[in-house]
């Protein structure tokens, strides 16, 4: 059966992050199977800044043209990914039509919010509870996070909608293409507070440390480890050639709910070290493709001693193809007429 189905995300394009990637690869994995997508984002509308976060734009006064969005398409299934402007905008369209929509949860938003604007992390909370709350489901990535919803209070269904790895991009390449001193530990990723990078650089380690990536607090980092090499922005097979030259892939954040980034780390046969905390603990389910320790430094260097074949066959257990039809069966039809 083809279906419309309506997509809603505050986090899109150009910024390249797991929430991004998994929107974009599951929109484009189900009009492969025949349905018609509706994706509304913040490039649609009038934007702004976020603040602290400059890269991210909010969209402003954007319910009037989302509704003439929906409206015309007459989605059959509505999935609404974020907690943004949009978001609320969709969820408030969907509660005046009385038509039942599902939610994600994909970043830890109240703990983000804490950190850069110190707002306390239950008010954080409550507010995604009142979001989540007229959801028929709630798509989580793994048990962890569920668990940590229903301990905080979530009364939703929760269902799994896990995350998948391109390896036809990223997958062994020659090491030749990065000539520094190694072993080179590396992160790839937004060079942001709540990616706690500084945990990383802030190591005694032998060889060398690069950060691919660009963020708010790029500057910063620079200036405290001028030792590290500090190389922006990369994406596609540029950005697959850095992952599959490094030697081990280093992943110091506390708050991440998965962290694709991880599986493309081990698609490129590089192994992971990271702290053993949700996320890390949800991917990392092998003692033969990374290390979780609470010394990360520890953690790295027993990683460098795990075997490049391990990793690349480890990832790839997880295809977009899953993760997409987990994703379609979660779905719930607008109204009992679309049963």
């Keep these: ?43 649609q509308f009038k934007t702004v800044p976020c603040p602290t976060y400059p890269s991210i734009r909010l ?51 109240a703990e983000y919010v804490n950190l850069r604007f110190k707002i306390p992390v239950s008010w954080g909370y409550g507010f995604l ?3 989540h709350a007229p959801a028929r489901k709630i798509m989580v990535a793994s048990p962890s996070v569920e668990s940590d919803l229903i301990a905080r209070g979530f009364k939703n269904s929760m269902v799994r909608w896990s995350r998948g790895v ?65 190389v922006g922005f990369q994406t596609g097979d540029h950005l697959a050639n850095y992952m599959a030259a490094a030697d081990v892939f280093v992943f110091p954040s ?22 053993p905390v949700r996320g890390p603990m949800d991917v990392i389910a092998s003692d033969n493709v990374g290390k979780l320790d609470h010394d990360l430094k520890k953690a790295i260097t027993e990683a460098l001693q795990l075997d490049a074949q391990d990793c690349r066959d480890y990832a790839l257990n997880y295809s977009w193809a899953n993760c997409t ?6 779905l719930v039809p607008v109204s009992d007429q679309f049963e």
């Design 325 to 330: 039809e987990q994703f379609f069966n979660n």
């Design 166 to 230: 391109d390896t036809g991009l990223y997958y062994p390449r020659d090491k030749a293409f990065l000539s520094l001193s190694r072993p080179i530990s590396m992160f790839v990723g937004r060079v942001a507070v709540e990616k706690n990078i500084g945990a990383f650089l802030s190591l005694d380690l032998s060889g060398t440390k690069i950060v691919v990536g660009d963020g708010p607090l790029l500057k910063e980092l620079k200036a405290r480890f001028p030792e590290a090499v500090f």
């Design 1 to 43: 059966m083809t279906l419309r189905i309506a997509f809603i995300s505050d986090a899109w394009h150009p910024q390249i992050n797991g929430v991004v990637t998994t929107i974009s690869n599951t929109c484009a994995s189900l009009e492969r199977s025949g349905h018609r997508i509706k994706l509304i984002t913040p490039d």
């Design 254 to 275: 506390l708050t991440d709910t998965f962290g694709i980034v991880m599986l493309e780390a081990l698609a490129s046969g590089i192994p992971v070290a990271a702290f």
């Design 59 to 109: 969209a402003l006064g954007c319910y009037k043209k989302l509704k003439t969005q929906l409206d015309e398409f007459k989605p059959q299934r509505i999935h609404i990914a974020t907690e943004g402007p949009l978001g609320i905008a969709a969820r408030r369209y969907c509660l005046s039509r009385n038509l039942a929509f599902t939610t994600s949860f994909h970043t830890l938003f």
């Design 129 to 131: 509870r009142w979001f």
